[in-house]
């Protein structure tokens, strides 16, 4: 069973500042998903990570895939209470996807 | 734009209850997933199917959960003799191919308690 663990697990900050959040593993993936839920729906997609050592920008968020494609970290700039949400990754393997638990990050005005 | 689609909303059963879950997914995707998410707690992968055959599945996915496309739109999940335990959302996805930047895409849920 491949395990993604995600860090912090709750993150509370203030509208403006920036924060980063892990998602690690002891696995290599083929690729790496982030995933973004809000309260009673499915989560949506934000970006994958394939080749290890890949960043990629979505606007304030920057993603970024570990050298061994076993851990990936998201950063978020100057945070706005509309980034409020559960940030999932997901590990890509053969045949499954397997999510962590989730990082539930708030953002205060 | 396409989605994936989940029947009921939410579902509500009795104990030892079979219940069957129902999704359609995008049309021409090919890999279908059903994942749970208990009240609070993590998104949890039971069971991956492709080509009309499961591919993968987890330990969650025991004997009383079964998976089935019976007519080539629907993909269902069916729970034999339903637990409390079983209380969760359930979530259907879809994707074109099990593929390094291919996205799954996830219908509204199931919310299923039983009682």
């Known amino acids: 069973t491949q395990l993604l663990e995600q860090s912090p697990q709750f993150l509370s900050i203030q509208e403006g500042e920036n924060l980063t959040v892990y998602c690690n593993s002891s696995?290599?993936?083929?690729?790496l998903q982030w995933y973004r839920q809000e309260p009673g729906e499915g989560p949506v997609l934000l970006v994958t990570?394939?080749?290890?050592?890949e960043v990629k920008k979505l606007k304030r968020l920057t993603f970024q895939f570990g050298d061994a494609r076993k851990d990936s970290s998201l950063h978020i700039t100057a945070a706005q209470p509309g980034d409020t949400g559960l940030y999932l990754c997901?590990?890509?393997?053969?045949?499954?996807?397997?999510f962590g638990a989730g990082t539930r990050l708030t953002v205060k005005p | 734009e396409p989605e994936v689609t989940q029947t009921p909303s939410h579902q509500v059963t009795q104990m030892g209850q079979e219940v069957i879950l129902r999704c359609v997914p995008i049309?021409?995707?090919?890999?279908f997933y059903w994942y749970r998410q208990i009240l609070g707690q993590k998104v949890e992968f039971l069971v991956s199917?492709?080509?009309?055959?499961?591919?993968?599945k987890s330990e969650i996915f025991d004997d009383q959960f079964s998976v089935e496309r019976p007519d080539g739109s629907n993909f269902t999940l069916k729970i034999r003799s339903t637990k409390l335990e079983d209380s969760a959302m359930y979530f259907c996805?879809?994707?074109?191919?099990?593929?390094?930047?291919?996205?799954?895409?996830f219908g509204q849920g199931t919310r299923l308690t039983v009682v």
């Open positions: 996805a879809s994707s074109p191919l099990v593929r390094k930047n291919t996205e799954a895409f």
């Open positions: 696995s290599v993936f083929s690729s």
């Open positions: 990570v394939v080749t290890g050592g």
């Open positions: 997901a590990g890509v393997g053969n045949n499954d996807m397997r």
């Open positions: 049309s021409n995707h090919l890999y």
């Open positions: 199917f492709y080509n009309n055959e499961i591919s993968e």
